[in-house]
Every structure is written in C-alpha cells, then in structure tokens.
C-alpha cells in the first residue's frame, strides 16, 4: 500500500466517527442482560494502611457495596457519577475504592445521567488509540472529562473527569461468562492511588435489602494492622 493511500485511508477512518448518543444507545443495547457481580480482588493502595483484599458486589441498579480484610464497610449509590458514599464504617471513604457504576449501568437513560453527572458531553466524540485497540473518546481528548469505550467490544476503558482521580479499565477478560477488567487503576497526576487484581468476577443474588446501613453495622470489629 502507497503511503498516499494508507494515509487517505487513515483520513477516512478518522472521520467516521458515530454520535456519542448513539455510541451510549449502543453500549446499553450490548449490557441488557447484565446481572448483579460479585468480585473479588488484590489491593495495592498508596496508602500504606489500606486492605490487602477486597471484595465488591455490584448491582446495575441498587448500587455498590464494598467490603475488606480489615472489617471495613461501604455503601455506594447507585447511577452517581461521584460515586457517593451513603454509609461506611469510616467515612469519608478511602480513596482506594473504585467507582464500578459506569461498568455495569445497563439502561441508556441510566448512563446519560451518569456520564451527565461526570461532565462528559455527548455532543463530543472522535476516534483515538487505546493501547492496541481503537476507542470512542466521549467528550474527546481536549476535554477535562472524557469517557474511553472501545469500539468493538464497547468495553469501558478509562474515565476522566477533571481534578478528580481517573479511573483506567484493562485487561479485560473472561471469568467464567461474565467479560470484566483484570486490572483497575485509580491514578491523579502523582501516579496510582490504587491497583485492583481481580480474582474473580461471578454472578450474585442481590436485593435492595443488602443496601441498607444494616449491612455496614453488621461489619466485625477492623482488624489491626
């Protein structure tokens, strides 16, 4: 191929780049059937008194819950793009807990609200290299908040959102039938407050009732260091 032909091509590619509502409407479309996760993880955390494991249920609509090694609890709403804490055996939560919502919310109105919430403007979109693979840039690269989905597999890579700490989604893979990240990182412009290993990602039987403050006042005493 003739360098003016792989480059005209390259003009091409660049320029068929799909609306972000329509790139949302694709990726609720892909998550339809997504149930409830449970997962289990290795931590590495900056701050040297955080767990050494975690363990995380995760449900599209009720929320996240969080517990570690060391008898802490936590409780996440559900769709916020802050990802709130409602309850926690300390709060405010440590910094080392990831924000899981944008992974597993599978309604497209839920996700508009999330990515709104998040200060991604849909009206913005164009096509970058994530590692190996091509992504949509959801806000695009100029912008202080960006949502990174890969294009073919519409996988959530990385999420930007200003000053606070990004959150970046790799080595996704199988485990079992449920695609997840291997590797999640929450890193601000020091380097990586946090790395999760996952062990293991499994479907759960969740209700609203495994969201309450009830579950977090349930917790053992935290163990010493």
Known sequence: MSGALARALALVWLAYVLPGDRVVSMLADARAGRTPLHIEAKLQARDS?????????????????????RGGRWLLSGGSASGRTTAGTKTPAPAWIPDLAPLVLRHESELRGWLA????DLQQNE????????????????????????????????????????AVFEQWQDFGKVRFPARIEIADDSGAIATLSVESVSAASLA?????????????SPKAR
């Open 127 to 166: 096509l970058a290299r994530c590692g190996d693979d091509d992504c949509w840039v959801l806000g695009t690269r100029q912008s202080p908040a960006q949502a990174w989905i890969e294009k073919s597999g519409l996988e959530l890579r990385r999420v930007v959102r200003g000053k606070e700490p990004r």
């Open 49 to 69: 008194s955080a767990p050494t494991h975690v363990a995380i249920d995760l449900h599209p609509e009720l929320g996240e819950r969080v517990s570690d090694d």
């Open 208 to 220: 609203a009732s495994d969201f309450t403050p009830a579950w977090v006042q349930t917790a053992g």
């Open 117 to 120: 919430g998040a200060g991604i």
